[in-house]
């Protein structure tokens, strides 16, 4: 038997808590709560590190500090933010006392682990939802792969346990976001120049519907020159004067009218620099098609670190853009775009646009907005009415 096994040296010494933890099975379960009443008595900071105690470590406040800063990257909900705070707490805490480092409650910041820590889908499951009555070992596992997809943590199971790494993510670690000195502008987009850069940035937004990054940054540069190298579409960068590298982008497409259902369909059916479908689903108009009513925003970014200082000058740009369109498409008069996340909402609605349809299976839908009411809406009123 396991008990007759172990020593009472072994029982007295924390490292043997990074064993048992690995034990899930129901017979092990007396044996895991023995080995972590012995250590109470060497360690009584291990105790504050159930899932039920950890609030004592992290202020309300810095809590909901990091929340806010998760919520800006995309594919993040509050559930998945509150469920990666609760785990990165969990392991920092967990690997601090591995490495006998001495800490004491309230934590002013979080750190990140130093390296892969050990962390089963229990485990998870008690910190995911131990205030909540529902939340299995699967739903768990689940939520730590959407994690994974997301680019917050990697992880590991080598046949006994399972290894989690939070990955380093800087813009946690930084309480104020200073604003860059250089000088951005709007300019064209370059396929031979800008391709790579803005597939970077623009492959982003696609990881959590695309586990494979890399196969995605690809696949959306290839696209991007596809793109580029049709007359009729209007793609523009935001360029820095210093190296003339790209830090924003966006790309208006005049649709054919046969492609124009496309914008009353599920708005997955319209997703196209992700693996959901090979071909374009979408037809992009010829130069002085008089049939061609609508334009497709297909694409809008911006990286944060330049957005307070650029959005307005680059809406302004789109806005010249779309005028300049009209002329090569007199009748164009709808405008559409697909908000892949929430979180994207906000710049479209404080525009005018409306949403129009939703997609049954993900938090994904389109938006509409007038083309002659875009171009009158005045972007520095927008812009200063924002800020009050």
């Known amino acids: 038997m396991l008990d007759s096994a172990l020593s009472a040296s072994d029982r007295s010494c924390p490292k043997a808590i990074e064993v048992e933890l690995i034990y899930e099975k129901p017979c092990y379960i007396r044996y895991q709560k023995e080995f972590i009443s012995s250590t109470v008595d060497i360690m009584p900071e291990f105790s504050a590190i159930r899932p039920e105690s950890l609030q004592q470590w992290l202020p309300r406040e810095q809590h909901q500090h990091y929340i806010a800063l998760l919520m800006r990257r995309v594919g993040m909900t509050r559930q998945r933010a509150e469920c990666f705070v609760r785990l990165w707490l969990y392991l920092y805490l967990k690997d601090c ?3 006998q480092s001495v800490l004491k409650p309230p934590l002013t910041e979080l750190a990140f682990p130093q390296g892969w820590v050990q962390c089963s889908c229990r485990e998870a499951a008690d910190l995911f939802y131990s205030d909540q009555e529902r939340g299995s070992d699967r739903s768990a596992g689940m939520m730590l792969d959407k994690l994974v997809a997301l680019g917050l943590i990697r992880k590991l199971f080598d046949g006994n346990c399972t290894q989690i790494e939070i990955q380093s993510l800087p ?42 990054a890399d196969t995605a940054t690809y696949r959306i540069v290839n696209i991007l020159r596809d793109w580029a190298s049709q007359s009729a579409t209007r793609m523009r960068v935001l360029r820095r004067d210093d190296n003339q590298h790209p830090v924003g982008f ?55 670190l330049y957005q307070e200082q650029a959005q307005i000058g680059f809406l302004e ?72």
């Open 171 to 212: 813009e946690l670690l930084e309480q104020v976001i200073s604003e860059p000195t250089v000088v951005v502008k709007p300019d064209a987009f370059d396929p031979r120049c800008d391709a790579i850069g803005i597939a970077n940035l623009l492959a982003s937004n696609y990881n959590w519907l695309d586990r494979n």
């Open 317 to 388: 740009d789109a806005q010249q853009t779309l005028a300049k369109m009209k002329e090569d498409f007199p009748n164009l008069c709808d405008m559409y775009t697909l908000i892949i996340h929430p979180n994207y909402e906000e710049l479209p609605r404080t525009l005018g646009f409306q949403k129009t349809g939703t997609d049954p299976k993900m938090s994904i839908y389109w938006m509409y907005q007038s083309v002659d009411r875009f171009l009158t809406l005045n972007m520095e009123q927008i812009g200063s009415n924002a800020k009050k």
């Open 250 to 304: 966006y790309a208006l497409h005049p649709i054919a009218r046969e492609s124009e259902i496309k914008f009353f369909s599920p708005p997955m059916q319209g997703l196209h620099l992700t693996r959901v479908t090979e071909a374009d689903p979408f037809t992009i108009a010829q130069l002085g098609d008089e049939a061609c009513q609508a334009v497709f925003v297909r694409s809008w970014m911006i990286d944060r």
């Open 97 to 99: 006392l591995t490495r």
